[in-house]
Antibody, heavy 124, light 111 residues
């Protein structure tokens, strides 16, 4: 059974960089896409971006200028960095495994495994 | 403003049938990209409920079913139970954004 666990600071100051890591267990990271999703308080889910184990990435256009997702296959981990954060970036951040479209591996399909989520608050 | 539109809330009595709609456009659902549904129980991570418009992962009761037509999709829940009270989200791919899109979520209340 694949399991994902987010880790990182729960409090980040405005204008600084939010950094989170997702550790994958029960399966290898060297397959599928790996993604970050967030949910601000009282709002819906927002896709942040995803990475393939080879390192190719795709980001939400609304966040693209501030987001970097990287992968460390030796540790079975992938990470999120979100720069220049504001209070609007306060959210529960989830990491998830993203399956590709079975007919076109370049197209993302659905999220089948999720981490429990971690609340990140942006405040001074 | 979510790319996919869902009603903010729906409700039903135990045993009843409810449906949740998910409306998109010609660059996502209407472009024949599949729709997937997630259930988020209070305080927990989202759980995959339906994938590929109509398919249920192992362990999901057959009370849950999905459908898709044109630029919309629907999630139907029959035999409503108190444990079904949760937030439900639809998700697809958008070719204009070249990425994943979610609906705004629908809160299901079991009366």
């Amino acid at each position: 059974q694949v399991q994902l666990q987010e880790s990182g600071p729960g409090l980040v100051k405005p204008s600084e960089t939010l950094s989170l890591t997702c550790t994958v267990s029960g399966g290898s990271i060297t397959s599928y896409y790996w993604s970050w999703i967030r949910q601000p308080p009282g709002k819906g889910l927002e896709w942040i971006g995803y990475i393939y184990y080879s390192g190719s990435t795709n980001y939400n256009p609304s966040l693209k200028s501030r987001v970097t997702i990287s992968v460390d296959t030796s540790k079975n981990q992938f990470s999120l960095k979100l720069s220049s954060v504001t209070a609007a970036d306060t959210a529960v951040y989830y990491c998830a495994r993203l399956r590709p479209n079975p007919f076109d591996w370049l197209i993302p399909y659905y999220f089948d495994y999720w981490g429990q989520g971690t609340l990140v608050t942006v405040s001074s | 403003q979510s790319v996919l539109t869902q009603p903010p809330s729906v409700s039903g009595a135990p045993g009843q049938r409810v449906t949740i709609s998910c409306t998109g456009s010609s660059s996502n659902i209407g472009a024949d990209y599949d729709v997937h549904w997630y259930q988020r129980l209070p305080g927990t991570a989202p759980k995959l409920l339906i994938y590929g418009n109509t398919n249920r992962p192992s362990g999901v009761p057959d009370r849950f079913s999905g459908s898709k037509s044109g630029t919309s999709a629907s999630l139907a829940i029959t035999g409503l139970q108190a444990e079904d009270e949760a937030d439900y989200y639809c998700q697809s791919y958008d070719s204009s954004l070249s990425g994943v899109v979610f609906g705004g979520g629908t809160k299901l209340t079991v009366l």
